[in-house]
């Protein structure tokens, strides 16, 4: 079973950067969708970026142009770099890996965007 551990989380002035990183405990090459997902207080977890074995992308529509997924299967990791930042993207981040009708969650790690 692999574990998804994510880091790169923290503080960040509005349109500032953060890359968050999804390090998994085994090979991700069998991870047809990866993921990351956010959370904010009192919300559903919503998507932010997925991305397939073949390097398809989907974004909300909210992060166009300012999220960037990426994964890179021989590190076994999958990263979200966020450029301008907004105050609105406050939330906790989780990476998520499915393979058919498996999935499997991080723990996630916290952005939080001052303005």
């Known amino acids: 079973q692999v574990q998804l551990v994510e880091s790169g989380g923290g503080l960040v002035q509005a349109g500032g950067s953060l890359r968050l990183s999804c390090a998994a405990s085994?090979?991700?090459?069998?991870?047809?969708?990866m993921g990351w997902y956010s959370q904010a207080p009192g919300n559903q977890r919503e998507l932010v970026a997925r991305?397939?074995?073949?390097?398809?992308?989907n974004y909300a529509d909210s992060v166009k142009g300012r999220f960037t997924i990426s994964r890179d299967n021989a590190k076994n990791t999958v990263y979200l770099q966020m450029n301008s930042l907004k105050p609105e993207d406050t939330a906790v981040y989780y990476c998520?890996?499915?393979?058919?009708?498996?999935?499997?969650w991080g723990q996630g790690t916290q952005v939080t965007v001052s303005s």
């Open positions: 085994g090979s991700i090459f069998s991870f047809n969708d």
């Open positions: 991305i397939t074995t073949g390097g398809s992308t």
């Open positions: 998520n890996a499915k393979r058919g009708f498996y999935s499997t």
